[in-house]
């Protein structure tokens, strides 16, 4: 099997992203890229309920400018003590085919709610099963309509 190289920084599966990598995990919650992660702010301890909603319970010159050149170098070696995680390429898979890497699209909550079941709604479906589960769906649902008006 071929390694992958990361599409941000460049390192080989197995390898740690270089540093700034948009791709990293956080070793705290997983999250991908530290995106949406608040593990810094949780980890550093500096939410505080002084600091009140309009800072996100930040202090207001983190909240404005990030973490200090100190606190980023403390928040690094948190990090490094944890383990940082290796890049593993992990394909995007349908559910339903196992196609990998399909194209994305877009439908409405209300219509992904209606096809797809609850306990796949979190799953990625390619566009050709979406297709599909909605035709199927809504055969069944016409021929359901024909049988309660005979």
């Known amino acids: 099997m071929k390694r992958q190289h990361c599409h941000d920084c460049g390192v080989l599966e197995g390898q740690h992203h270089k540093p700034g990598c948009d791709m990293e995990s956080c070793p705290f919650c997983g999250e991908p890229g530290f995106i949406g992660c608040m593990c810094a ?32 170098s403390k928040w690094t070696d ?29 439908v409405s909550d209300e219509e992904w709610q209606h096809y797809i079941e609850p306990q796949m709604r979190n799953k990625v479906i390619c566009g050709d099963c979406y297709q599909f589960i909605k035709k199927v769906i809504d055969k069944a649902a016409r021929h359901r309509d024909v049988e309660v008006r005979q």
């Open 78 to 106: 948190m990090i490094v003590e944890k383990g940082r995680i290796p890049y593993i390429d992990y394909p995007i898979i349908c559910a339903k085919c196992g196609i990998a890497w399909p194209d994305f699209f877009r």
């Open 41 to 72: 702010f949780e980890q550093l301890d500096l939410f505080a309920d002084e600091y009140g909603e309009e800072t996100d319970f930040l202090p207001p010159e983190i909240y404005e400018n990030g973490l200090t050149e100190e606190l980023e």
